[in-house]
């Protein structure tokens, strides 16, 4: 019987948060940001969609290509969803 290639799919990048003070986060693994504004921001993970809401958020730092992404502002709550099926994110949207 012959065997089938099929596509072996890509390593899940690590995925960590890191909280400082309720006031900092860096997020790894991160795949894309697909909505973001002072009081809410949605992040796609390898492990669901992350929603990180508070007050004066702004994201200091992203990069699709190493998967980190870090924002300030008064962290209230972080919740994960299991959706993680997505039509791109905001970034995704912008740059077709």
Do not use: C
């Not at 390898?46 to 994201?59: N, P, R, T, Y």
């Not at 924002?71 to 949207?93: D, P, V």
């Amino acid at each position: 019987m012959a065997q089938k290639n099929l596509p072996v799919p890509a390593p899940a990048m690590p995925h960590q948060l890191i909280l400082e003070d309720r006031r900092a986060l860096t997020v790894t693994g991160v795949s894309d940001v697909d909505s973001f504004d002072e009081t809410a921001v949605v992040i796609y993970t390898d492990q669901g969609e992350l929603a990180v809401s508070g007050d004066g958020l702004h994201i200091n730092r992203l990069s699709i290509e190493t998967g980190e992404l870090t924002l300030e502002g008064h962290i209230r709550a972080m919740t994960y969803s299991e959706n993680t099926s997505r039509q791109g994110g905001f970034f995704s949207r912008l740059f077709r």
